[in-house]
């Protein structure tokens, strides 16, 4: 079987793609996004509670005119709740002209993986169902859980605050 120069070429620049993943903490737990899912990384602002919003819903609050819910993940996946510090942060992530923040304790690094390091999670991690990790990733000794942002987005009783975002005039 003879194997063409173009699919070697191919299959190198595959081998060599490499992904960027934003990671961060929840409870000394390592997770991470793919970083074009992070729109940017902000400092806690006032944040405002919202009557009747679910428990990990920790309120909304108005980025340069955008106003968007905040989820603290950790109540979300019953994870122990950790105070603030002033390294705790908000992952300002975005996706279909729906914005949303995540309250992270810190932002460790943005690291640079091969697609192929990243495993599949065959069953939940901690109180992480399957639905919510893309993929396990060692790195050094570390477990990084790669978040599955597209099922945030759909999470029940979020979907009522997104589309009452849209209706507020700008």
Same mark, same amino acid.
């Given at each position: 079987m003879s194997v063409s120069t173009a699919e070697i070429f191919n299959s190198?620049?595959?081998?060599?793609? #490499? @992904? %960027?993943?934003v990671v961060?903490?929840?409870?000394?737990?390592?997770?991470?996004? #793919? @970083? %074009?899912?992070?729109r940017e990384i902000i400092r806690v602002s006032e944040i405002t509670l919202m009557p009747k919003a679910p428990k990990y819903l920790e309120g909304i609050i108005n980025l340069r005119g955008r106003i968007f819910p905040v989820l603290d993940l950790k109540k979300r996946f019953e994870m122990p709740l950790v105070e603030r510090t002033p390294e705790t942060r908000i992952l300002v992530v975005e996706t279909k002209d729906q914005m949303l923040g995540l309250l992270v304790d810190k932002v460790v690094e943005v690291l640079r993986v091969s697609p192929t390091a990243i495993e599949k999670a065959t069953q939940p991690v901690l109180n992480i169902t399957l639905d919510f990790v893309k993929g396990l990733l060692t790195v050094r000794d570390r477990l990084i859980i790669l978040f599955n942002m597209e099922k945030t987005f759909n999470l029940e009783g979020l979907r009522v605050v997104v589309d009452s975002e849209a209706a507020i005039p700008k």
């Open positions: 190198q620049a595959k081998d060599k793609a #490499e @992904i %960027q993943l961060f903490t929840l409870s000394g737990c390592e997770l991470a996004l #793919e @970083i %074009q899912e992070v």
